[in-house]
């Protein structure tokens, strides 16, 4: 299982590698995301806690569906 794991890891990685502006992409996306989502909320750590919360559990859901 680990092998199997291993080798699709390596084959996306290097599919990856070939196309650069799509990591790119990806990477000034996530980028623009994390920093404009606490710009646009505010300032208030009452409120950003309620987001991290909610995107928490939004990743835990996502990541039990992937198994």
Do not use: H, K, Y
């Amino acid at each position: 299982m680990t092998r199997t794991f291993a080798a699709v890891v390596r084959r996306d990685l290097l599919l990856a590698a070939r196309q650069r502006a799509d990591v790119a992409n990806t990477l000034l996306f996530f980028l623009v995301v994390v920093t404009m989502v606490p710009l646009g909320v505010g300032p208030e750590i009452n409120t950003l806690r309620t987001i991290a919360r909610a995107w928490s559990g939004w990743r835990r859901c996502w990541r039990r569906s992937c198994r």
